[in-house]
C-alpha cells in the first residue's frame, strides 16, 4: 500500500549519540518534509525538499540535518543529540490534488534524550 | 514567512452541540486553507481544505469559512460525535509548498 513510512516509531538515547531518523514514501511525491511536534502540539516545519538534492530549511530552525539522495527517502540526522531535542518528528510528503497541494504524514518518530 | 494563529487551544462540547475553531493569517498572498485532525496517538489527517477563489466549502458534518478580506478562516462541525474528539489544525499556504500551522485545538465531546 502506498504510504510514507517512519523508523523508529520511538527511540531513546543518551546525550551525545548520533540518530538518524528514516522516513520513506512509496507514492513517488517530489516533495517532502520534516515537522517536529512539540508536547504542545505545534507543529513546526524544520525542514524541505522540493526533489533529489533539493533541502531547504524551514521556519524553525534546527540542529538537525537532513538528505535527499532518492526521491522516496528523506532521513533526518542529529550528529549529537541533546535533551532539548526531546519531541516527535513528523515526516510528510505531498502531491498535486485539485489545485492544491496536500499533505500526507507518517505515524511519527518520538524522541527521547536523556 | 506566514503567521498562524489558532482559537481556541481547548474547546469542550455536548455531543449534538456545534463546534467552531477560528483562524487568522498574516499573508495576504497565502491561497489555500487546509485543516487537519490529529487523534490521540496518530498521525494528522486533512479532514477539509478551501481555496482563496472559494468563500465557503461543506463535506458533510464539516464546514469551512474563509473570509479574505479579514484573513481569517473557520472550521465549523455540526452535530458532534464522540469520534470528532482530537486536535485541529489549521494550516495556510502561499504558492510554495510550505504549510505553517496554527497550534492547534484540543477538541472533546461530552458524551
Redesign the interface.
Known amino acids: 500500500e502506498a504510504d510514507i513510512y517512519q523508523t523508529p516509531r520511538y527511540l531513546v538515547i543518551g546525550t551525545g549519540k548520533k540518530i538518524t531518523l528514516e522516513c520513506s514514501q512509496t507514492m513517488g511525491h517530489d ?1 517532502m ?1 520534516w ?1 517536529q511536534q512539540d508536547p ?6 524544520i525542514h ?1 525538499s ?1 526533489g533529489v538534492n533539493s533541502t531547504e530549511k ?2 524553525l530552525s534546527s540542529e538537525s540535518t537532513v538528505s535527499r539522495i532518492r526521491t522516496e527517502h528523506f532521513p533526518l540526522t542529529l550528529e549529537s543529540a541533546r535533551p532539548s531535542h526531546t519531541s516527535q518528528y ?1 515526516c510528510a510528503s ?1 502531491e498535486w490534488v485539485s ?10 518518530s518520538r524522541l527521547t534524550v536523556l | 514567512g506566514e503567521n498562524v494563529e489558532q482559537h481556541p487551544s481547548t474547546l469542550s462540547v455536548q455531543e449534538g452541540d456545534s463546534a467552531v475553531i477560528k483562524c487568522t493569517y498574516s499573508d495576504s498572498a497565502s491561497n489555500y486553507f487546509p485543516w487537519y485532525k490529529q487523534e490521540l496517538g496518530k498521525r494528522p489527517q486533512l479532514i477539509i481544505d478551501i481555496r482563496s477563489n472559494v468563500g465557503e466549502k461543506k463535506d458533510q458534518r464539516i464546514a469551512v469559512t474563509l473570509n479574505k478580506t479579514a484573513k481569517h478562516f473557520s472550521l465549523h462541525i455540526t452535530e458532534t460525535q464522540p469520534e470528532d474528539s482530537a486536535v485541529y489544525f489549521c494550516a495556510a499556504r502561499k504558492n510554495d509548498y510550505k504549510l505553517s500551522f496554527g497550534a492547534g485545538t484540543t477538541v472533546t465531546v461530552r458524551a
Open positions: 516533495k518534509y515537522y504542545g502540539m505545534e507543529l513546526h516545519l524541505y522540493y524551514g521556519d513528523l505531498s489545485g492544491a497541494n496536500v499533505l500526507t504524514f507518517g505515524a511519527g
